[in-house]
């Protein structure tokens, strides 16, 4: 067995941020505790709590951790007292921004799975949706959230979008050497009829599509797309976009799960990788234990993935498929018979230690006697 020695980066951010983030970090202790890893945590401020501290979203002390890191947890980021300030100059998602920017993590990658135990928890009927497995892998600093934007004299506004051939060509790769070890289809989402931009995105991803003879590759703009999501999600493998378009589908894409909550996301480049929940800070919830802590755990599986452990990133997937199995799940999931976001992650946590006494775990919880990990 490899053991290794990591530092991992925790911004636990705003409203249920630090709760989910909590929950994250107690399932890598108990991998660590099984598999003899040693994980190093730096918590450090992102979002409105860096703002409220220092005036800034992304401090500098925050951001030379970042850099010095083997991975980043993120929890979740936003306040509504600068949702609801449209005249805000300094806001939570500047730093965000800025912290993808800076750490030049180009690719977020998002896995959209329909869970057979929730099929019932989702909006589209469970004819459509059972069996549907995605993974979209959406650009992250290009395109036109971060082109020259500004007013002009006479009250116009306007935001450019600019992408390179190098931007579209390195997460393509990425991109089409997924679909290698998936079923082998990569959809292209674009709007090539309309925008320049999209053209060059098709020319390079044909291109590029060349070097990968096993996987078959197809073309949709992205409101056919949009409408294909819903109708029929089964026809996707891995999908492929740029910027503001990934962006939308992939929250589009959440209702299939049937929970912003169980959906996570790795967000790469060539050095440092950053992991969160594709779920905003929900800050009607913060503090009253109902966040569901799943897409952050998960979210610590793809981190574990991405350091090269394979069989403990699985144990943690495992562990969360028995918490639905057993329904250890918070209000959203759980109506008639809800679990607290901690009871969650140490029901997980628990499971990835010795999955065999999760029952006598689930009753202890329900006695409120637990106080493993």
């Known amino acids: 067995m490899d053991v290794l020695r990591k530092r991992i980066v925790v911004l636990s951010g705003d409203g249920i941020g630090p709760e989910v983030c909590s929950e994250a970090v107690r399932v890598l202790k108990a991998v660590a505790e099984r598999f003899g890893h040693e994980f190093i945590f730096d918590h450090q401020l992102m979002g409105a709590c860096a703002i409220d501290a220092t005036g800034d979203p992304l401090p500098a002390k925050t951001l ?173 493998d891995v999908i492929l976009t740029e910027n503001m378009f990934g962006d939308i589908i992939s929250d589009e894409a959440s209702v299939i799960a049937g929970s912003l909550g169980l959906l996570p996301s790795a967000s790469v480049g060539d050095e440092v990788a950053l992991f969160e929940p594709i779920h905003g800070s929900y800050p009607q919830a913060k503090g009253k234990g109902i966040a569901n802590p799943i897409a952050t755990i998960l979210s610590a599986a793809m981190l574990l993935e991405h350091f090269g452990l394979q069989e403990e990133a699985d144990s943690v997937k495992a562990a969360v498929n028995n918490a639905l199995d057993k329904r250890v799940l918070t209000p959203e999931l759980n109506a008639t018979a809800p679990y607290t976001t901690e009871q969650v992650g140490s029901f997980i946590a628990y499971g990835v230690l010795d999955i065999a006494d999760c029952q006598l775990h689930k009753n202890n919880i329900e006695l409120g006697l637990s106080t493993i990990i």
């Open 64 to 236: 030379a951790a970042c850099r010095q890191a083997d991975a980043v947890l993120l929890g979740a980021i936003g306040d509504p007292k600068y949702d609801n300030d449209p005249t805000a100059k300094v806001r939570p998602e500047q730093g965000l921004l800025r912290l993808r920017k800076s750490l030049g993590l180009y690719a977020n990658i998002r896995p959209v799975t329909a869970y057979d135990r929730l099929l019932e928890h989702s909006p589209l009927k469970k004819e459509r949706i059972q069996g549907a497995d995605m993974l979209i892998f959406r650009e992250l600093t290009g395109g036109v959230y971060f082109g020259e934007k500004g007013r002009n004299p006479d009250g116009s506004a306007y935001d450019n979008c600019t992408y390179s051939r190098e931007e579209i060509v390195r997460i393509a790769h990425r991109a089409f050497q997924a679909a290698e070890n998936r079923r082998r289809k990569l959809t292209l989402v674009d709007k090539a009829n309309v925008l320049e931009t999209s053209r060059l995105w098709r020319e390079v991803v044909q291109e590029i599509a060349s070097q990968y003879d096993s996987v078959e590759v197809d073309y949709l703009f992205v409101d056919n797309a949009a409408m294909q999501i819903i109708l029929n999600p089964k026809q996707f």
